[in-house]
């Protein structure tokens, strides 16, 4: 499975973006998409996941802010991210996992993409 993330960029506070990710190659068991981000302490921490069904779920930081959606026939996952403050301002990665109930059995990875929002 391959992830190709784009959208990042330099916005300001109150701003949006729009983050995009599209998956190919062996994407027949893959159930959720969805995007992290890098936290302070370098860990990565959900943003948000996608099921192929549209369930959702949201770091309680951007609820409220943030819309994931996916469009299935394009293998392709967007965060819509409005009223951006500067915590927000990471670098976010796209994943892909195959899960069985809450459990990951696979997880890819896309490269980062920057979110810089200044103040």
């Known amino acids: 499975v391959q992830l190709q993330a784009s959208g990042g960029g330099l916005v300001q506070a109150g701003g949006y973006l729009r983050l995009s990710c599209a998956a190919s190659?062996?994407?027949?068991?893959?159930?959720?998409m969805g995007w992290y981000r890098r936290g302070l302490g370098k860990q990565r921490e959900l943003v948000a996941s996608?099921?192929?069904?549209?369930?959702?779920d949201y770091a309680d930081s951007v609820k409220g802010r943030f819309t994931i959606s996916r469009d299935n026939a394009k293998n392709t996952v967007y965060l819509q991210m409005n009223s951006l403050k500067p915590e927000d301002t990471t670098v976010y990665y796209c994943?892909?996992?195959?899960?069985?109930?809450?459990?990951?059995?696979?997880?890819?990875w896309g490269q980062g993409t920057l979110v810089t929002v200044s103040s």
């Open positions: 994943h892909a996992d195959q899960r069985s109930g809450t459990v990951a059995l696979r997880r890819y």
């Open positions: 190659g062996s994407i027949s068991s893959i159930n959720y």
């Open positions: 996608i099921s192929t069904t549209g369930q959702a």
